[in-house]
């Protein structure tokens, strides 16, 4: 098991940059990737970014995702927050390239405008 947990999230102003972090505990040897979705009021769940243990990186839009699975914490860093960016921010843990296994509770961030 997997256990992961967010931190970061809160109201900040639109234009304001942000740092979202998530610490990994467990069986963290077993994990491939570590990533980011959001979901937004009455949107689906939505792919952010992704880092794997070797570094490479997927990313979309504005953000920036660093970290170092082998040292189980890892970091979403967005610049210029707009309203369109108030979500739940999802870190997840996968074991292979193809799925996400383990899903934290989430954190919310509200851009207020």
């Known amino acids: 098991q997997v256990l992961l947990v967010e931190s970061g999230g809160g109201l900040v102003q639109t234009g304001d940059p942000l740092r979202l972090s998530c610490a990994a505990s467990?069986?963290?040897?077993?994990?491939?990737?570590m990533g980011w979705f959001r979901q937004a009021p009455g949107k689906e769940r939505e792919f952010v970014a992704a880092?794997?243990?070797s570094g490479a990186t997927s990313v979309k839009g504005r953000f920036t995702i660093s970290g170092d699975i082998a040292k189980n914490t890892v970091y979403l860093q967005m610049r210029g927050a707009s309203p369109e960016d108030t979500a739940v921010y999802y870190c997840?843990?996968?074991?292979?390239?193809?799925?996400?296994?383990?899903w934290g509770q989430g954190t919310q961030v509200t851009v207020s405008s």
């Open positions: 880092i794997n243990r």
């Open positions: 997840a843990a996968g074991l292979t390239r193809s799925n996400w296994e383990y």
């Open positions: 467990g069986r963290t040897l077993s994990v491939y990737r």
